[in-house]
């Protein structure tokens, strides 16, 4: 399991200047959200994508969380005993375009791998192909997905002053989506920091918090949100999707999908994958029945099960 690695931080200056909102229109067919969780893609190469997750989302627009920076030229992961130093290839952001992903997380523990100077160029990098990048040195992402207006945070869950920046934050859109990466070792139960941060967002107004960083999932749930008789849709953990590094096992992962509105979101589905390890394509898994035991025994929500997949 990748050791914590501490993110570097910004001055407030840099922070501005690259944290402005930019509304990106996205592919969707209909105002539909699809999440997947960990994802770093390495050297890139003839890699297996998500090509079969896409076929079964309808026209949903992607979101991921991009584990380690974008780098010039070939990316690469390195392991020093317990030390992870990731970094994607410089077609990362493309590549990933081109797997219906329109948006990346990247605040975690290893956007500044390459140096202090990676998460500026992740950023760059991720606008330049059409990625809109979020948390972080690029701060609130916006787009508009079907019509409807999404803004995107991200952050880690120990975070210092995480109350004040959501509060900050969370204050427009028609859907607010929060994006939390967790540091530490597997565990298919919330941590303490984690439960804190959940709580924390939906308090500020979120309408959908998704989990990632412990690459393994974890349970979902329906909670009162701040909207007047509305709910927040949550992810306790996503798993991992597409990982090319020995430092992660997990293959049991999940995609949610989210119907929007401009009033909140609508009906959110698990669909259990089995992740894509070394260059293998992510795809439905073979038996979605496991993952969807397990997310019962978990607690949360409660799944209607229809065609390998959980509603909630």
């Known amino acids: 399991m990748m050791a914590a690695l501490a993110l570097l931080g910004c001055g407030r200056e840099e ?24 994802v770093f893609v390495g050297a890139l190469g ?16 992607g979101i991921v969380n991009l584990e380690g920076a974008v780098v010039a030229g070939a990316g690469e992961a390195r392991i020093d005993g317990t030390t992870v ?21 990247v605040a975690n523990n290893h956007a500044s791998d390459p140096g202090p100077d990676a998460p500026a160029g992740t950023v760059a990098r991720l606008r330049a192909a059409g990625v809109a990048p979020f948390g972080g040195v690029a701060g609130v992402a916006r787009l508009d ?26 204050v ?34 979120a309408d959908i918090v998704v989990a990632h ?51 909140g979101p609508g009906v959110a589905e698990v669909l259990p994958v089995r992740a894509g390890l070394g260059t293998d394509r992510a795809r439905i898994a073979p038996d979605p029945a496991g993952i969807l035991d397990l997310l019962d025994a978990l607690g949360g929500a409660h799944l209607t099960r229809s065609g390998g997949r959980g509603r909630f």
């Not at 997905?145 to 969370?170: C, F, I, K, T």
């Not at 427009?172 to 565990?187: A, T, Y």
């Open 46 to 61: 003839d890699r297996g994508g998500v090509e079969d997750i896409v076929a079964i989302v309808g026209g949903a627009a």
């Open 15 to 38: 922070a501005a200047t690259l944290a402005a909102p930019v509304a990106v229109a996205t592919p969707a067919v209909e105002p539909a959200l699809w999440f997947g969780g960990d």
């Open 145 to 170: 997905v079907g019509g409807v207006d999404v803004r995107l945070v991200s952050h880690e869950v120990e975070e210092p002053g995480l109350a004040e920046a959501l509060a900050a934050e969370l």
């Open 213 to 263: 960083g412990t690459h393994v999932v974890g349970p979902v749930e329906r909670r009162v949100s701040t909207r007047p008789g509305g709910e927040a849709v949550i992810a306790w953990g996503l798993g991992n999707l597409l990982f090319d590094c020995a430092c992660t096992i997990y293959d049991e992962g999940m995609v949610v999908r989210v119907a929007l509105g401009r009033d």
């Open 85 to 105: 130093w990731l970094a994607n290839a410089e077609g990362t952001p493309a590549w990933l375009r081109g797997q219906g992903v329109v948006a990346a997380s």
């Open 172 to 205: 427009e859109g028609d859907i607010r989506v929060v994006s939390l990466h967790v540091n530490g070792g597997p565990s298919y139960l919330p941590t303490p920091a984690l439960t804190r941060a959940v709580d924390l967002a939906v308090a500020s107004g």
